[in-house]
């Protein structure tokens, strides 16, 4: 067949950037990568451009500090009513978060394999739980990576912090916030986001390192702020004044479970809001075959950000309770960080409590640009990965990348740095943007966008934390136990620890997945306070932090989200092959895979996908697509040795 003259010049193009980047090996491994019509190319960084242990905590650290740790804390009070609910809650997302960025590491360095000449040996990729999820759910074939698919692409954007951040920089301006200006803002920086990590990688990955070392600094601050302020260093208002002994008050055992709240789905809501909070420590996961060396460089820093996380974490609601009278968080319109800079920093001098209010909403505001940035950068290449399984529309664009020319960060501080060309995932990020910027408009219902970022969250928190952590954790114990997997061969990890975290991961993630469905209890009892309404004693209240949603809401848009994924796969399964153009064929992915000896062990360098319909072979059966390994052909080659 005669290719048309653009064809040939993407094909000639492509040739021509692989082999620059193969000079110096010989024929057979410029042969095996010889791009034909059709095929997407995609390589991998090299150093100096690889991720290393900084960035892998900054990568961590920035998605796990959003504005949880500023309003999870209210939440749970709120449906809690009880200061040392509140801890226990944060302490058990803590062991959580730290079972599952264990089974996280096991997964990683453990899934997928490849079979090289010397036996089958695993390969970190991108693509996180797809990768997890696609190895232990093997049948039926495209299940899995169709539900995670439909699922990470409509509910794992940058909508929810983009609209949060809308809210804040209008606070920070000292702007009464308006419904469509947060809206418009909000599609204005995940455009930016987009646009900054599609033509300057290098860029991106410093504000990242940026946005994580200013956001520990802020909890930094608000721990020393409350060790101080328990010294006494702050003027007391006269509404604390009548009432000494906060910090006693609060944190005394006898008082701090006394009015309690037993209720089950506040229980779930709670901390469901606390995984969120949590939520984030799988972010190096999702783009592990960009960190160098990740056997080493990957999982300590992964454990010491989320361990260290966790630390600051509890010391940060410590410190809350130090400062702010329990009963103060519980009431409508009420928020923790801002009290606390309120009845900190805002006692200092006549002006100080609007100028607290203003840089509160700052940090808020910075912690939200933070998780954007980061979030586009992993989120894109998982996207990109799904892309790749050709389970999506558009695939062959969604899957590639471009080569742009990038001036190296180095040069904006006078350090001189050779200029180098970065691959970017374009079509997802395209993907990404037009996602979030769907989710922005069409939440546009809820006057207060608050209440639209409490449903994003919530939903997020539900499927993408919650529900796939709750498959993770299953999905290790069968490994662990199943002796036909024969996991224990494949996994370097300890298998005490490695059943411990997936069981602790397990109970974690499904407590909320089933309490949620248990409805609020008709009669609440309420903590007993002589000014329970929406004031909190002279102090202004941010922004109120939005109605909450039925009891039911969540679970409910959560498991309809996750049914769309079911009913995505039954179409693409058995629909598709069976209508159209693609009546009586069958999707057939051929990817070849190219590696370097690094380290002791092959690191990829070249990707080529090839997807194309072929004619079904039933074998006397009319089941639709036949199992992912007629559907998936890979051929291997690690330099020196055979294709496999």
């Given amino acids: 067949m005669e290719l048309d003259d653009d064809t040939q010049n993407d094909v000639h193009n492509q040739n021509a950037a692989i082999q620059d ?11 095996f990568l010889q791009a034909g019509p059709g095929d997407v190319v995609l ?7 690889r991720l290393e242990q900084f960035s892998v905590i900054c990568l961590i650290c920035n998605r796990m500090i959003g504005t949880g740790i500023f309003q999870t804390t209210t939440t749970v009070m709120q449906y809690t009513h009880s ?4 801890m226990l809650f944060w302490f058990f997302g803590a062991v959580a978060a730290i079972a599952g960025i264990l089974v996280y590491i096991e997964f990683g360095l453990t899934t997928p394999r490849y079979q090289f000449g010397r036996g089958k040996i695993s390969v970190p990729r991108n693509g996180g739980e797809l990768h997890y999820l696609k190895d232990i759910f093997k049948r039926p074939a495209f299940f899995s990576t169709c539900v995670f698919g439909v699922i990470f692409v409509l509910l794992g954007t940058a909508a929810m912090n983009a609209l949060s951040f809308g809210i804040r920089i209008q ?6 916030v308006d419904n469509f200006t947060s809206r418009g803002i909000a599609i204005a920086v995940v455009t930016f986001a987009v646009i900054l990590h599609g033509t300057w990688r290098q860029a991106g990955l410093f504000l990242n390192n940026t946005f994580a070392t200013i956001k520990i600094l802020m909890l930094l601050l608000i721990i020393i702020t409350g060790l101080v302020s328990w010294g006494g260093a702050f003027h007391t208002p006269a509404a604390i004044a009548k009432n000494p002994g906060v910090a006693a008050s609060n944190l005394s055992i006898h008082n701090s479970f006394k009015y309690a709240i037993q209720d089950s789905s506040g229980f779930a809501q709670s901390f469901l809001a606390v995984i969120f909070a949590y939520g984030g420590f799988n972010q190096a996961n999702y783009v592990l075959s960009e960190i160098d060396n990740p056997r080493k460089k ?5 454990l010491f950000a989320v361990i260290g996380l966790s630390i600051l974490y509890l010391l940060v609601n410590i410190a809350y309770f130090i400062v702010i009278p329990a009963e103060w968080l519980q009431k409508p319109g009420a928020d923790a960080a801002l009290l606390f800079f309120q009845l900190t920093f805002g006692t200092l001098s006549q002006n100080s409590e609007k100028i607290a209010k203003r840089v509160f909403a700052t940090f808020l505001a910075i912690s939200s640009l933070g998780n954007i940035i980061v979030q586009t950068f992993t989120a894109a290449r998982v996207k990109q990965e799904i892309a790749k399984e050709g389970v999506l529309p558009f695939r062959k664009f969604i899957a590639q990348n471009i080569r742009v020319p990038s001036i190296p960060v180095g040069r904006l501080f006078g350090r001189f740095s050779k200029p180098v060309t970065e691959e970017t995932p374009a079509g997802g990020l395209v993907l990404h943007w037009i996602i979030s910027v769907i989710l922005i408009l069409a939440t546009a219902a809820q006057v207060d966008p608050n209440a639209s970022y409490i449903i994003l969250v919530s939903l997020y928190g539900y499927t993408i934390d919650a529900f796939f952590g709750l498959l993770l954790g299953l999905g290790l114990l069968f490994l662990r136990f199943s002796s036909a997997r024969k996991w224990a061969l494949k996994s370097k990890a ?3 620890v490695s059943v411990s975290a997936a069981l602790l991961f397990t109970i974690a993630n499904a407590f909320p997945i089933i309490s949620a469905w248990v409805p609020p209890s008709k009669t609440v009892k309420h903590l007993d306070t002589p000014n329970n309404n929406s004031t909190t004693n002279g102090l202004e209240s941010s922004f109120p932090i939005g109605s909450k949603p039925p009891w039911f809401a969540t679970p409910t848009v959560g498991w309809s989200v996750i049914a769309l994924g079911v009913a995505y796969w ?10 159209g153009s693609h009546k009586g064929k069958e999707l057939k992915v051929h990817r070849r895979l190219f590696f370097q000896e690094e380290h002791g062990y092959p690191v990829q360098w070249h990707e080529q996908l090839n997807f194309s319909w072929i004619i079904m072979n039933h074998n006397g059966s009319d089941a639709g697509l036949s199992n992912y390994a007629n559907n998936e052909e890979i051929e291997v080659r690690l330099r020196g040795e055979e294709p496999v």
């Fill in 494 to 496: 300890n298998s005490f």
């Fill in 83 to 86: 200061v040392g609910i509140t």
């Fill in 570 to 579: 039954f179409g693409f399964y058995y629909v598709v092959p069976r209508i």
């Fill in 171 to 176: 606070e920070a301006a000292d702007r009464q």
């Fill in 21 to 31: 980047d193969l000079i110096g090996h010989d024929d057979e491994d410029r042969a």
């Fill in 43 to 49: 390589n991998t960084p090299r150093p100096p451009q």
């Fill in 298 to 302: 990957y999982k300590w820093p992964a």
